[in-house]
């Protein structure tokens, strides 16, 4: 695992998300190309991306995304219910770092609206809210037994309550607030090197009892399972985790930069 956890009042740090191009919404590449053309300090994989699995240079991105206040990506009800649930929620951090776990408004037709009051300013979404005021809130199948379950039963491994998509243990990514949303954390597992993976309920659980973490989301994983760090001697940014996809990482839709250079 490889954990960062950063505060967000501390002078000097800022965010970026990984901007729109092209002809879709975004270029793919890898969190190490995004976090080193933009010198930063850290950054993680983002967004879950379509089309996938694909060698396309471009792609769309799953849910509410925002770059520098550009909002380039709406919720929606994405093809693969199995895995994220429908208008899943989002990270949002504004120009002043003030961090918002934030929901899509059902009042507005567009999507690129949330009901709480912030500017929506640098935005990933990700599978689902896997804690949610401090409690595991890994989402469920719609049966018989759970009527209002997020997911639909179905996918590639014909996914349900008995074989979720949540308990394959895989590399993952997670992002979490702290109670009073001032400390944001950021996580990754392996499924290479020695590690096992996680399954999602593993991840929250420890956020929530090691971490502080009040509220949290999963992020895109397995191949796409990226956190880059710079050498705070050398400036030298790499790759810290093992990628289960090639060892500079999978070119991915999105990624979170962070920028925290000491003085």
């Known amino acids: 695992m490889h954990i960062v956890q950063i505060d967000l009042a501390m002078p000097g740090v800022r965010f970026a998300v990984s901007p729109p191009r092209g002809s879709r919404e975004v270029v793919r590449q890898t969190t190490l190309e995004y976090a080193d053309a933009l010198h930063a300090q850290v950054a993680i994989n983002g967004h879950f991306f379509l089309p996938f699995p694909s060698d396309d240079s471009e792609a769309w991105v799953i849910g509410l995304g925002a770059s520098g206040g550009s909002v380039f990506s709406a919720f929606e009800t994405p093809e693969q219910r199995y895995a994220i649930v429908a208008d899943a929620a989002a990270l949002n951090i504004d120009s002043d770092n003030h961090a918002r776990i934030v929901h899509r408004d059902p009042a507005r037709d567009d999507g690129r609206h949330v009901v709480e009051a912030v500017t929506l300013w640098n935005a990933v979404s990700g599978s689902a809210q896997i804690v949610t005021d401090g409690v595991v809130t890994v989402p469920v199948y719609r049966d018989e037994q759970h009527p209002a379950g997020l997911l639909e039963p179905g996918g590639p491994n014909i996914y349900s309550n008995q074989h979720s998509w949540y308990d394959v243990a895989t590399a993952r990514t997670a992002v979490g607030l702290s109670r009073d949303n001032q400390t944001l954390t950021l996580f990754t597992v392996d499924v290479r090197g020695g ?69």
């Open 195 to 263: 590690s096992d993976g996680m399954r999602v309920g593993e991840v929250a659980d420890l956020l929530v009892k090691e971490y502080q973490v009040w509220n949290a989301l999963n992020l895109d994983g397995g191949g796409s399972t990226s956190m880059v760090l710079e050498d705070p001697a050398t400036h030298t940014l790499a790759l810290v985790n093992r990628s289960s996809d090639n060892p500079a990482g999978r070119s991915v839709g999105s990624s979170l930069a962070v920028f925290a250079r000491v003085p």
